[in-house]
């Protein structure tokens, strides 16, 4: 049941278990396989683990892109036993237990615990996409960040006024927890930090528009939170419309519930689907949006050797219950994932995976935010003070903590963002021109 | 002699100085000219100042590049009679008082300085560019950044270690502070900071190529402290190559003093030359690199209410000292053209611009520097201290002060570099291909 690696070479009577993804879910994994008795092989597009609840502040300028990224062979660099390779992966062979890699390498396994995650997903409608990034990436929100800037700064040299208002409108699709987040941050960026910065245009006058399809927002949370959400936005100056399904998104504006938005830049929130690489796997179950129907071990069904984990995985648990995509549920499979693979080693028997709901949370904006923890509903400051230290805890490495508190100190004092630099003023290349 | 801008409207008894270029020259003038009687309109390509010369630690990882850089707007917010419009000088029209910008807008000066600094010269091989990138912007710094981070990404995926080998090569072209620091940083982050992240490659393996056409490191240094410079780069794993001038540089390759070195990412610290703006500036004396001769009190010969200031200026000053390419003289000069134009308004004589000579310093690793300040020779430790003591004081803005000094401490007890994230995994793109 030992294989080497295509480039490893050497024998190796350790068990290999090829981690794809280091996101929440596959840390979690490579973390439980810490066992003399496993190898790890961690795969991921990225360099860096990224810590996703926090990026919306990246695309806002209150942080910058490396305060909440961290190297992922770095966070592994004492564990000789787990080996990090960036590159994309291509295709999965369930039948032979093989990876194949873009670069090259053939990965064979002994187990395979799938966490590639999920990317943003327009529900059919990819041609979308090049109007309307979304907020899964840190490119996207770097990209979304010089969007938001340029915008600023093209309204106060345009030479006609009509274009100046056209230039300060944005739209944000969709009412979870990341649009209503950018929706917040951005409405305080035009409404308060920007406010004596220009000369020839006002940047109260910003625009922000967050539509949502459902006739609420937040859906994890009860009517009266939800409701608090929408009027607190809605003074902040964002334009909430609700029951308002988009129906086209184009160059500069969006259609949705038959009304049409002018937008200088418009930011999808609005959907998820699993990774493509899913749909190379012969086989697996998935669901429309490419997402793995797993066993309630996590393992794929008739496929023991082989677990999804994360966002990437459509499951409800043991108890009946819906796992949510955040970043607690994908480090909780990860963890079980591994969890059941040790106890194949140690010849224990399987457990279904059961999660365990530790609240969820979503901030407002400044002061302003709701959560339900320990089976109670905050609201409020209160509300937001458990958002922050929440997240500060969850954020890998002590010196990316140092500096997002010190990030948030300043903001909350001085109604600053330290992130409003526009690196590249280039515009933006389509994919297609970019030889990868 | 008072004119409105094209968009302002409004007649303004003000005197109307244009300043051109937001770096040390232009943020000099724009502060001295804190006058009841003048308004400034700041032009700037980018939307920030930046801290050049730490911008070689963003190309290496250790700083993130919000850190070293400040929002122009935001530096003059509180004062009112400044505006700040980021936008490209298309064209000078001296005779007409007349500055075009990009995007439309046509500004009309009673006074006007010119501080658009240099861009990297390539002693009239421009097709050199594109192999071998400059260190003057932060896009430059990220993209260097990026080109090396993937560098030893790829090294450790490739199949063929002869292109492992290959992939860990890198040249930095001269000899000067930016070409020393950079190959100094360099060597720390292979030798040092990523020894323990990689198990297929050796990073220490890696191999930094510094090339310098002089028979010596740091011209500006006595002979005792370029020796000290050349052998503790050295020392660092540097391979130092003097009397080596550059003849050709490709893809992959650099051919100096004739020898041909592999090189995965070159480097090109070697030469600057002014602003290519000067060139539409009919009648302004200029050098063979574009830079402006200016008379003793830093106006244009003939033009009374044209000044020049920064690296974009060649100049002997009032006591025939030659006046180096450093952030100090930029500052300098700004400041006495901006003290000129107030002398104006007051009736008084012009000056002469005397330069001050504060001092130079360049840091070549951890714990080593060489600096000469107070008539003074430091080398070491002493240096090093002082090097990061006066960077601190001259980075502009608290926040990012207590950011890059936090960086700089978890450097120094973690051998750690906290910008080691990789944001666009993709190609760079040619810059003929991305439309402006």
């Known amino acids: 049941m030992h294989t080497a690696t295509a480039a490893g070479g050497a024998k190796d009577s350790r068990t290999h278990v090829v981690v794809l993804g280091g996101g929440f879910a596959g840390l979690g994994a ?3 396989l810490d066992d003399p008795r496993v190898r790890v092989t961690l795969v991921d597009q990225q360099n860096h683990h990224l810590f996703q609840p926090l990026l919306y502040q990246v ?4 942080l910058s892109g490396t305060d909440i990224a961290q190297p992922l062979r770095h966070i592994f660099s004492g564990r000789e036993s787990v080996t990090t390779l960036m590159d994309e992966v291509k295709r999965v062979d369930l039948e032979a237990r093989r990876v194949e890699l873009a670069h090259g390498t053939t990965l064979t396994y002994d187990y395979l615990v799938v966490a590639l995650g999920a990317r943003t997903g327009y529900f059919g409608h990819d041609e979308w996409k090049r109007h309307a990034p979304g907020l899964k990436t840190l490119a996207e929100a770097t990209h979304l960040r010089r969007e938001f800037l340029i915008a600023f700064e093209k309204a106060e040299t345009a030479i006609d006024p009509l274009e100046s208002d056209r230039l300060l409108s944005f739209v944000v699709v969709g009412g979870g927890p990341t649009g209503v987040e950018t929706a917040g941050a951005l409405a305080e960026l035009a409404k308060r930090v920007l406010t004596d910065d220009f000369r020839r245009i006002d940047p109260t006058r910003a625009r922000v528009h967050l539509i949502e399809a459902a006739p609420k927002l937040l859906t994890m949370f009860s009517e009266e939170q939800s409701d608090y959400t929408r009027r607190r936005l809605e003074q902040m100056g964002v ?5 308002c399904p988009v129906s086209e998104v184009g160059e500069g504006y969006v259609v949705a519930g038959g009304k049409r938005f002018e937008s200088a830049v418009t930011i999808w929130a609005a959907g998820v689907e699993g990774s493509p690489v899913t749909r190379t796997m012969a086989g697996a179950p998935l669901d429309r949006g490419g997402r793995v129907k797993v ?4 393992s794929l069904p008739g496929r023991r050797e082989v677990f999804a984990a994360g966002d990437i995985v459509l499951l409800e648990d043991a108890k009946g219950v819906r796992v949510p995509g955040v970043a ?3 480090t909780q499979m990860g963890k079980h994932a591994g969890a059941q693979i040790v ?4 010849g224990r028997d399987r457990e279904s995976f059961v999660y365990r709901d530790k609240g969820s949370m979503a901030t407002i904006g400044r002061t302003k935010a709701v959560a339900k923890v320990f089976g109670m509903r905050w609201t409020g400051l209160p509300a937001w003070l458990l958002w922050m230290s929440v997240h500060l805890v969850f954020l890998m490495g002590m010196r990316n903590r140092l500096r997002v508190f010190l990030s948030w100190i300043w903001a909350y004092f001085r109604w600053q963002r330290g992130a409003r630099i526009i690196v590249d003023t280039r515009a933006p290349v389509p994919d297609e021109l970019v030889k990868r």
Chains 1, 2 share one sequence.
């Open 295 to 298: 066993a309630p071990d996590l």
């Open 328 to 330: 607690p549920a994908a």
């Open 30 to 32: 490579c973390r439980t």
């Open 343 to 346: 106890a194949d080693l140690d």
């Open 59 to 62: 695309a806002t300028a209150g």
């Open 239 to 243: 334009k909430v419309h609700l029951d």
